[in-house]
C-alpha cells in the first residue's frame, strides 16, 4: 500500500514540472527608421543638405543604402548639414554613420565635430553632441545613442568641422528607436491541488533573525537640463520630486499645463515670502534625480 502511496506521488510531481511556465519569448530586430531612398523624395520623406558638391553627391546618398558609393559631399566647405523630414512625427534615440568608400581621403573628409538635432517646427533642439572625431574605418559605422521620448517629424546632423580636407562627406546615415519592446507574456502555472505525504517530524531550526530594512531617502537633488544646456538645480523632498516627475510624464502624454513652479525654499534670497522657478515643457532636454536622507 504504501508503494503504490509513493508511485502516485510520484506522478503528480512529475506532472507539476512538465506544467511550468511557458514564457512566449519576444524577440526584437533593430530597424533603420529611414526607407531606402532612391531620391530626395522617394520613396517617401524629404532628404536635403545645406550644399552638394556636384549633382552625383545628392543628400539621399547617405540613405541609399550603398555607403560605399561617392555619398553626399558638401561643397568646398569644412561645414555643413545633412537631414531628412519624415512623413509624420517618431522618436529617435541612436543613429548610425559611415564614411564613404569612394575616395582615399575619406577619413579627412568626415564629420569631427557636429550636434544631432530634432526639428520642433521652430527651433533646432540639440539631442547629442559629439567632438574630435577622427577614427574613422572604411565599412564601419560608429553607433551613437541618447535618451529621447520625443518625437519630431525632421531629424538633421549639423557638422561644425571636419578632420582637414576642403569638404566634409558622409557614406551612410541611419536612425533608429531604441527602446525596449513589450515584456514577453508568462503563462500562469496551472494550480494543482496538495497531496498529504507522509513526513517524519522535522526537526526543530533556529528562527532567522530578519534582514534590516534598507534607508530610503527622503530628498533628492532635481537637476533639470534645458536644451540651451542650461542646468538648473534644486534641493527637493521627494514628495516634490514625484510630483515633477508626475507632471513631465503627463504632458509628455498630451495633458497638463506647458510650465511648472519650482519652489527654491532655502535659495529665497531677498526680501520675499516665496520664491518659485518656472520650467517650460519643451525647453527640458533631459532631467536627473539624486536621492539622500536628511
Not at 28 to 56: D, H, K, Q, R, Y
Not at 95 to 116: Q, V
Not at 204 to 221: K, L, V
Amino acid at each position: 500500500m504504501k508503494k503504490i502511496f509513493l508511485l502516485v506521488v510520484s506522478c503528480i510531481i512529475f506532472t507539476v514540472i512538465l506544467a511550468k511556465p511557458l514564457v512566449n519569448a519576444a524577440t526584437t530586430e533593430e530597424v533603420n527608421l529611414v526607407p531606402v531612398m532612391t531620391s530626395n523624395t522617394a520613396p517617401s520623406g524629404i532628404a536635403s543638405a545645406s550644399s552638394i558638391w556636384s549633382t552625383n553627391h545628392q543628400a539621399f546618398s547617405v540613405f541609399d543604402g550603398k555607403p560605399n558609393d561617392v555619398g553626399w559631399a558638401s561643397n568646398v566647405t569644412q561645414a555643413g548639414w545633412i537631414a531628412y523630414e519624415f512623413e509624420a512625427s517618431v522618436v529617435v534615440n541612436k543613429y548610425k554613420l559611415m564614411p564613404r568608400g569612394e575616395d582615399i581621403s575619406f577619413a579627412k573628409e568626415c564629420p569631427r565635430d557636429w550636434t544631432f538635432e530634432g526639428w520642433n517646427g521652430t527651433d533646432w533642439v540639440v539631442l547629442d553632441k559629439q567632438a574630435n572625431v577622427s577614427d574613422w574605418a572604411k565599412g564601419v559605422k560608429k553607433v551613437f545613442s541618447f535618451e529621447n521620448g520625443v518625437a519630431f517629424k525632421k531629424y538633421r546632423l549639423n557638422i561644425t568641422m571636419n578632420n582637414g580636407t576642403t569638404a566634409v562627406t558622409l557614406g551612410a546615415f541611419e536612425m533608429y528607436n531604441s527602446t525596449p519592446g513589450p515584456t514577453p507574456t508568462v503563462t500562469p502555472e496551472p494550480t494543482v491541488e496538495p497531496t498529504p505525504t507522509i513526513t517524519p517530524t522535522p526537526s526543530p531550526t533556529a528562527t532567522p533573525s530578519p534582514t534590516p530594512e534598507q534607508p530610503t531617502g527622503n530628498r533628492a537633488i532635481l537637476v533639470v537640463t534645458m536644451n540651451t544646456g542650461l542646468e538648473k538645480e534644486f534641493d527637493l523632498s521627494m514628495e516634490e520630486v514625484n510630483s515633477f516627475i508626475t507632471w513631465y510624464e503627463n504632458k509628455q502624454a498630451g495633458a497638463g499645463k506647458a510650465s511648472y513652479a519650482i519652489d527654491k525654499h532655502d535659495n529665497n534670497k531677498g526680501p520675499f515670502t516665496n520664491r518659485k522657478d518656472y520650467v517650460i515643457f519643451d525647453k527640458i532636454l533631459t532631467f536627473s534625480v539624486d536621492e539622500y536622507s536628511k
